[in-house]
């Protein structure tokens, strides 16, 4: 019996053994050191980023499906963290990317965001033989290639453009007080002025978190300064004690008299709510608002709500890019860069911008996919003056605009101009 029994024994130990062994065919996919072979089906790539709301949620996801159309056999992990133009994102990004456990592929905005946080510290893979296998290097403005590249390297691809000097209207209070759309710093004083007196709030801001103060400034900066002179500012070529600049902080104390008394309170997307629901004239925000007025609120563009450039910077465009890039140390960055290509592609690139309310970065896209607002966006973008955010992080060292945005939130709440410029002054050893 018991030699019986050692018999069965042994025969289960060789099939156990068969079964943990067996040739390279039969490892799923799997290389002999247990990491992902090149061909194999569990490959996943980590999209990371900050877009869970209206619209921005909807072109990512867009994305996604057309990448797993293309890729079935690459599993998309979708990383997105909650948090008003990415706060939280950030925080989280950048304790993965210190402890060395990046994501696959994260968003960033191009300029000093990328440059002076992630690239200066070698934490980013350079792309140039990228952008030359895919034939991307006459597809992007040179301008933006500038903003994704350090030292004569490119390292990341753009997939969409915002523009932050844009006010958007509801067309119906307009009407009702005769308003026309204001093109200089004068006239749209005049026209705040005249809502006010019409008793509508005739600016709808949500600052409870302050880069939408910020991005108000940032606009009267380029206004009063020009697009030379406010590329200067961070060159460190103009100084923030400028007779201009000083201009600009007294346009911003006009400003913010005319904005909603509860503006510490709400966030962008309730400053836009304001304006859809005809309480507040105008609000000054980028075009993700566009996507916010069509896809939440269910506006119709050039019917319920108009938009125009920032009175003072109607030849300019104050450009947002959110970029993704190939960061070091990642597993799988085959696998990553058949994201990116997709992310470049035009296809892509039409799929995720409409829904975003962005227009692409390419500028060979699909127009007749887009409505008159992103039409109208395109030419400009291809026609002006292009300049980098400071509220968006892509003018200025991360240190310096955290200072900035306490600077503002203080300001906003005392209104005391020549404080302001002083502090402004300070920060200056930041950039």
């Not at 915002?162 to 009407?175: A, D, K, S, T």
């Not at 050039?302 to 009175?311: E, I």
């Amino acid at each position: 019996m018991w030699k019986k029994s050692l018999a069965l024994l042994f025969l289960f130990m060789l099939l156990l053994l068969a079964a943990c062994g067996g040739d390279d065919q039969d490892t799923g996919g799997k290389s002999d050191d247990g990491g992902d072979s090149d061909g194999g089906g569990e490959d996943t790539v980590e999209i990371f980023s900050w877009w869970t709301g209206a619209g921005e949620e909807d072109g990512l996801l867009a994305l996604i499906d057309l990448f797993e159309e293309k890729h079935p056999d690459i599993t998309v992990e979708n990383a997105a963290v909650a948090g008003g133009a990415g706060t939280n994102a950030k925080a989280v990004l950048a304790t993965r990317m210190q402890g060395n456990d990046p994501p696959s592929t994260f968003q960033v905005h191009g300029g000093a965001e990328l440059n002076e946080s992630w690239v200066a510290a070698d934490k980013m893979t350079p792309l140039n033989d990228f952008y030359e296998e895919n034939e991307l290097t006459d597809k992007f403005p040179e301008e933006l290639l500038d903003m994704v590249s350090k030292d004569g390297d490119i390292y990341s691809v753009p997939v969409n453009i915002h523009r932050g000097n844009v006010l958007f209207y509801n067309m119906e209070l307009f009407e009702e007080n005769d308003i026309e759309v204001p093109t200089t710093l004068d006239e749209f004083v005049n026209v705040l002025e005249q809502l006010d007196s019409a008793g509508v709030v005739p600016l709808a801001l949500g600052d409870k978190e302050s880069w939408p103060a910020t991005q108000i400034f940032e606009n009267l900066l380029l206004a009063t300064l020009g697009p030379d002179d406010y590329r200067g500012l961070w060159a460190g070529d103009v100084s923030f004690d400028d007779p201009r600049v000083v201009e600009a902080a007294e346009h911003f104390q006009t400003i913010i008299g005319y904005v909603n008394e509860d503006h510490a309170s709400r966030n962008w997307q309730d400053a836009a709510q304001l304006v859809g629901g005809k309480e507040a004239a105008m609000t000054n925000m980028g075009d993700w608002a566009k996507g916010y007025f069509s896809n939440d609120l269910s506006l119709e563009t050039n019917q319920d709500f108009g938009y125009f450039a920032f009175p003072g910077t109607t030849e300019d465009f104050m450009v947002i890019t959110d970029t993704f890039g190939l960061p070091d140390g990642v597993e799988n960055p085959d696998t990553v860069k058949e994201f990116l290509s997709v992310l470049a592609s035009v296809e892509g690139q039409d799929a995720f911008n409409p829904l975003k309310g962005s227009i692409p970065a390419r500028v060979d896209a699909d127009t007749s996919k887009y409505d008159e607002y992103g039409t109208d966006t395109m030419e400009d973008f291809q026609n002006s003056n292009l300049t980098p955010s400071l509220a968006h992080g892509s003018a200025a060292s991360e240190g310096f605009l955290t200072k900035i945005n306490q600077e503002v939130n203080i300001f906003v709440t005392q209104q005391d101009v020549d404080q302001f410029i002083e502090k402004l002054k300070q920060a200056e050893g930041e950039l």
